[in-house]
């Protein structure tokens, strides 16, 4: 009879990786925690909309939420859109306001003659010519588009041969909101997490049947795999 081979593998085996488990599941443990943390201490659609200037959250019922004070607190559940009020004369004086939709048509020089529903004005301002810069807060509108709930000129409407609405409103929004990575990530999160939950999920499903296949076609699977590659 020949040599007998030597089992490869040691008898008495035991887990060499306790430590590192326990480092793992404590690390899970510690995200739970700040997960639901920031969950119920937070406001997560922060991530998403804009913020006027008196601190309410565009699409938000602020009152209710007690993020800002009471005086300054509005329902902003319809309004969902960040607006930019630029003023003359040079338009370096903005507003934030939150506003139902993005206009769909531009009014940018205003007077006495001008109809309401030409201005743009803050929350809680009357929409009238007498309200308009520079005694009151109000200003014409100029045509916009919706970008990442933010109302963006659809037309570069220039103020004069150097300088542009388009550009002063990008400007600032690169500043205040386009700058932060993190909230361009959970925007899009926020967005796409059914596409990203069926995405997983198919992956899943192919990752099993892949590993059956292996188990009985294994050689074609392999020669299948690099054709396919190649």
Same mark, same amino acid.
């Given at each position: 009879m020949g040599e007998k081979t030597k089992d490869p593998l040691p008898s008495t085996r035991?887990?060499? *990786? %306790? #430590?590192? #488990?326990?480092? /793992?599941?404590?690390?899970?443990?510690?995200?739970?925690? &700040?997960? &639901?943390?920031?969950?119920?201490?937070g406001y997560p659609p922060l991530l998403v909309y804009g913020v006027d200037d008196d601190g309410n959250?565009?699409?938000? *019922?602020? &009152?209710?939420l007690g993020l800002v004070p009471q005086e300054l607190a509005a329902d902003m559940t319809s309004k969902k859109y960040l607006y930019y009020i630029m003023y003359p004369p040079d338009f370096a004086n903005t507003s934030k306001v939150c506003v139902e939709k993005c206009p769909s048509e531009t009014y940018l020089w205003v007077d006495s003659q001008s109809n309401s529903s030409q201005l743009i004005c803050p929350h809680g301002v009357v929409p009238d010519a007498n309200n308009t810069w520079p005694d009151g807060p109000c200003w014409g509108m100029y045509k916009s588009s919706s970008l990442l709930f933010r109302c963006f000129p659809s037309d570069n409407v220039l103020v004069n041969s150097t300088l542009s609405i388009y550009k002063q409103i990008v400007r600032? !929004?690169?500043?205040? /909101?386009?700058?932060d990575i993190a909230t361009k990530i959970f925007r899009d999160i926020s967005l796409a997490w059914p596409y990203i939950l069926a995405g997983a999920g198919?992956? #899943?499903i192919l990752g099993? !049947?892949?590993? !059956? #296949?292996?188990? /009985? %076609?294994?050689? /074609?699977? !392999?020669?299948?795999?690099?054709f396919a590659i190649v």
């Open positions: 035991k887990c060499r *990786d %306790l #430590l590192f #488990l326990i480092i /793992f599941a404590l690390f899970w443990g510690g995200m739970i925690v &700040v997960a &639901v943390f920031g969950r119920r201490n959250i565009c699409g938000a *019922d602020n &009152v209710g600032r !929004v690169n500043t205040s /909101f386009l700058s198919i992956a #899943l099993i !049947v892949w590993i !059956v #296949l292996m188990r /009985f %076609l294994s050689g /074609f699977m !392999v020669w299948f795999s690099i």
